[in-house]
């Protein structure tokens, strides 16, 4: 077994006093990036871990959520000068518009623009289609859910990952919902599904739809950033 952190970011802003809890800011994400690379850490796509059973030591897993065009402007350009590759998750429904499940105040790509993403740096996948709690939805409406996603990208012609971040890292934890719900994602041929849980993962995953991810805050300081990657998330943070 191996050690591996995955890492969920949502935005990025150039004004360090805009920082919080979804938002770092360019500064802070750069330092981040520079100690991966200064530790010799290696970046794997989410779909480099479906088919593989080893890892190599020191690898890491960039997650961003809701593709912001933020994401675009301001850490694609700096994955790309430390040569580290992430995964962005798309929900579906709100690509050329704003992120209306939340305040609706940060602009979400365009299909073009996911397009125009470098495929050797940025990976896409799954973020639902409506940006729903799954736990609030019955397993009709989970399917539908899952059946617009792939009706979307087959109309954009869009490459996207068998693989998903449950919105809110929400979904069925208990009994036969969540049976039914893991039954419903391998059924649509989901490979790994994303959680939050704030822990570093055992690879090979015990379970491949539950995997952690650990929660990267504007707030957090480069020190927070070192204990969350070798630890997940603490108290003291």
């Given amino acids: 077994m191996s050690r591996l952190p995955i890492l969920m970011y949502h935005n990025i802003t ?9 938002t770092i800011s360019l500064s802070k994400f750069e ?26 030591n020191k690898t890491v897993v960039l997650t961003f959520d809701d593709v912001t065009e933020n994401q675009l402007h301001y850490a694609l350009p700096l ?5 580290m590759k992430a995964t962005f998750f798309i929900p579906f429904s709100y690509l050329g518009k704003t992120d209306l499940w939340n305040v609706g105040t940060e602009k979400i790509m365009s299909v073009d623009q996911l397009k125009s993403l470098d495929s ?7 973020h639902s289609y409506y ?24 109309k954009n012609n869009l490459n996207v990952s068998p693989a998903i ?19 419903i994602l391998e059924k649509n041929n989901i490979k790994m599904a994303f959680r939050i849980g704030n822990r570093v993962n055992q690879f ?28 997940g998330k603490l108290r003291l943070f």
Avoid at 14 to 22: K, P, T, V
Avoid at 39 to 44: A, C, D, F, V
Avoid at 174 to 183: D, T
């Fill in 14 to 22: 150039q004004c360090d006093s805009d920082s919080n809890e979804l």
């Fill in 31 to 56: 330092a981040q990036l520079k100690y991966l690379k200064d530790k010799s850490y290696h970046t794997y796509f989410v779909s480099d871990l479906i088919d593989n059973q080893t890892i190599l």
């Fill in 79 to 83: 994955l790309k000068k430390y040569n």
């Fill in 120 to 126: 050797d740096v940025i990976e896409l996948a799954h």
């Fill in 131 to 154: 940006h729903r709690k799954y736990s609030t939805l019955s397993p009709v409406e989970i399917q539908k859910d899952l059946d617009d996603c792939f009706e979307f990208i087959s």
């Fill in 165 to 183: 971040a449950y919105p809110y890292g929400d979904y069925p934890k208990i009994g036969e919902a969540k049976s039914h719900f893991f039954q």
């Fill in 204 to 231: 090979p995953f015990k379970n491949i739809y539950e995997v952690q991810r650990i929660d990267i805050k504007g707030g957090d300081s480069l020190f927070a950033f070192k204990m969350k990657l070798r630890l």
